[in-house]
């Protein structure tokens, strides 16, 4: 909590000028903390008589934080066969490990997926905790939750990462919660500082026009979610060898309120945007659902999948699976052909890995171009036709 001394407070303003949040005005000559207040300490660091505390355990140091060692990242299943993103995890934890010289551990659970660790061996991991347990089959929340917690409590892990999936956008803050631990949800970069061995998570902020670093100096585990597509995958190496050690689990981790009936897959999740190899994205430019039926015909002339910028989505012409960027999906397509997408920054995040980009927009100014390898200027509903008849021919001889 941020307390003011009213006995030290000059009104001085410097305050309210320091939060980011507008969550400390001054009235009447005294400093009022409202709702939003996220006790970063900007304001107290800025505080020049001292007039400002935070009280509570936010900020107090964990008694001993050499205690926690090691890297871990959650390799997350289902039915039985490892999401790629794990395998990005490892890419990335195998460096900041090498880096603290500590291990690599990859948490896996579910139901008969012991198969599967030495997957995870090969793609860099030292140790496979493996949990598994016929209600660790399908994603619970709750049971996921507890045991992963349970785990941490046990072994002390100084990082934890997992993607940023659906099921790691859920189960990780709940961890980091009861844990009181710090969490960096959708980092882009992570690394370690030399000095002092502490993680440094970047990610985008404010929209995407900066880029902010943060760090967890009060706390462990040092807990971050990495989007899929972001990080490299590490090179299988099946001479690899590593330790698979099965975890005991009580009964009382394993209870659920949830039960789960059927699973039904999502016609619109039969293509996933992050796993073609070539993408044709549309964006405001096509100016409506019939337009996106040319998108669609040029996809699949090149045996890709229809992508979208935010503002077509919006517009309701395409659905929310399609979207591109930092609150759509990270794509890193071989080939991505933007049509009628203007290149704001936060479309370029989710698709500035792609391989070649094509950028088709009337706009010889476009931001887009700034991100593509080939441009093409000119009206899109003249230049994706005469796309498509090329290819088809090509096709044909
Ligand atoms: C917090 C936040 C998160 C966001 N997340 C995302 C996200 O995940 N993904 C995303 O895409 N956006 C996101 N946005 C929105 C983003 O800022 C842009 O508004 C959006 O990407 C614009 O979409 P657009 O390029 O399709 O439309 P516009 O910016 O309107 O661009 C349309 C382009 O089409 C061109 N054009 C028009 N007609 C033709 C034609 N006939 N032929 C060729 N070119 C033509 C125009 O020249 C123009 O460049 C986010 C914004 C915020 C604030």
């Given at each position: 909590?941020?307390?003011?001394?009213?006995?030290?407070?000059?009104?001085?303003?410097?305050?309210?000028?320091?939060?980011?949040?507008?969550?400390?005005?001054?009235?009447?000559?005294?400093?009022?903390?409202?709702?939003?207040?996220?006790?970063?300490?900007?304001?107290?660091?800025?505080?020049?008589?001292?007039?400002?505390?935070?009280?509570?355990?936010?900020?107090?140091?964990?008694?001993?934080?050499?205690?926690?060692?090691?890297i871990w990242i959650f390799a997350e299943s289902r039915?039985?066969?490892?999401?790629?993103?794990?395998?990005?995890?490892?890419?990335?934890?195998?460096?900041?490990?090498?880096?603290?010289?500590?291990?690599?551990?990859?948490?896996?659970?579910?139901?008969?997926?012991?198969?599967?660790?030495?997957?995870?061996?090969?793609?860099?991991?030292?140790?496979?905790?493996?949990?598994?347990?016929?209600?660790?089959?399908?994603?619970?929340?709750?049971?996921?939750?507890?045991?992963?917690?349970?785990?941490?409590?046990?072994?002390?892990?100084?990082?934890?990462?997992?993607?940023?999936?659906?099921?790691?956008?859920?189960?990780?803050?709940?961890?980091?919660?009861?844990?009181?631990?710090?969490?960096?949800?959708?980092?882009?970069?992570?690394?370690?500082?030399?000095e002092d061995g502490m993680l440094l998570q970047t990610?985008?902020?404010?929209?995407?026009?900066?880029?902010?670093?943060?760090?967890?100096?009060?706390?462990?585990?040092?807990?971050?979610?990495?989007?899929?597509?972001?990080?490299?995958?590490?090179?299988?190496?099946?001479?690899?060898?590593?330790?698979?050690?099965?975890?005991?689990?009580?009964?009382?981790?394993?209870?659920?309120?949830?039960?789960?009936?059927?699973?039904?897959?999502?016609?619109?999740?039969?293509?996933?945007?992050?796993?073609?190899?070539?993408?044709?994205?549309?964006?405001?430019?096509?100016?409506?659902?019939?337009?996106?039926?040319?998108?669609?015909?040029?996809?699949?002339?090149?045996?890709?999948?229809?992508?979208?910028?935010?503002?077509?989505?919006?517009?309701?012409?395409?659905?929310?699976?399609?979207?591109?960027?930092?609150?759509?999906?990270?794509?890193?397509?071989?080939?991505?052909?933007?049509?009628?997408?203007?290149?704001?920054?936060?479309?370029?995040?989710?698709?500035?890995?792609?391989?070649?980009?094509?950028?088709?927009?009337?706009?010889?100014?476009?931001?887009?171009?700034?991100?593509?390898?080939?441009?093409?200027?000119?009206?899109?509903?003249?230049?994706?036709?005469?796309?498509?008849?090329?290819?088809?021919?090509?096709?044909?001889?």
């Amino acid at each position: 909590m941020l307390i003011v001394d009213a006995d030290k407070c000059i009104g001085c303003g410097v305050c309210e000028d320091s939060c980011a949040f507008g969550a400390i005005v001054v009235e009447d000559g005294l400093a009022v903390v409202g709702d939003s207040c996220t006790l970063c300490g900007a304001c107290v660091e800025n505080c020049e008589v001292e007039a400002l505390c935070i009280e509570g355990g936010e900020k107090a140091v964990q008694a001993d934080l050499s205690a926690w060692s090691g890297i871990w990242i959650f390799a997350e299943s289902r039915h039985g066969e490892i999401a790629p993103v794990a395998f990005e995890l490892l890419g990335i934890g195998r460096k900041l490990a090498d880096q603290r010289g500590v291990s690599l551990t990859a948490v896996l659970f579910g139901d008969h997926v012991q198969e599967v660790a030495s997957e995870l061996i090969s793609a860099g991991a030292d140790q496979v905790l493996l949990a598994e347990n016929p209600a660790l089959a399908q994603y619970r929340e709750d049971v996921y939750g507890r045991v992963l917690e349970r785990l941490v409590q046990e072994y002390k892990p100084e990082v934890v990462l997992a993607g940023a999936t659906a099921i790691g956008r859920s189960v990780i803050p709940q961890v980091a919660t009861i844990l009181g631990a710090g969490l960096t949800a959708d980092c882009t970069g992570l690394e370690i500082r030399e000095e002092d061995g502490m993680l440094l998570q970047t990610r985008p902020a404010f929209g995407g026009n900066i880029m902010a670093t943060i760090e967890c100096p009060h706390s462990r585990p040092q807990m971050a979610t990495v989007r899929p597509n972001v990080m490299a995958r590490a090179e299988a190496d099946s001479s690899r060898t590593g330790e698979v050690v099965e975890v005991a689990l009580d009964d009382d981790l394993l209870a659920s309120r949830v039960e789960v009936l059927e699973i039904v897959v999502s016609s619109e999740e039969r293509v996933n945007i992050q796993e073609v190899e070539a993408l044709v994205a549309g964006g405001r430019g096509v100016e409506s659902e019939k337009g996106f039926e040319l998108i669609g015909e040029l996809a699949e002339v090149l045996n890709g999948a229809v992508a979208a910028s935010r503002a077509a989505v919006d517009a309701g012409w395409v659905s929310y699976p399609h979207q591109v960027g930092q609150t759509g999906k990270t794509v890193s397509p071989k080939l991505y052909i933007a049509c009628g997408i203007s290149g704001a920054i936060q479309h370029a995040v989710g698709m500035q890995s792609a391989e070649t980009v094509i950028a088709i927009n009337r706009d010889k100014n476009a931001p887009i171009y700034d991100f593509a390898t080939y441009g093409l200027v000119g009206d899109l509903f003249e230049i994706v036709p005469l796309l498509i008849k090329k290819i088809q021919e090509q096709r044909s001889v």
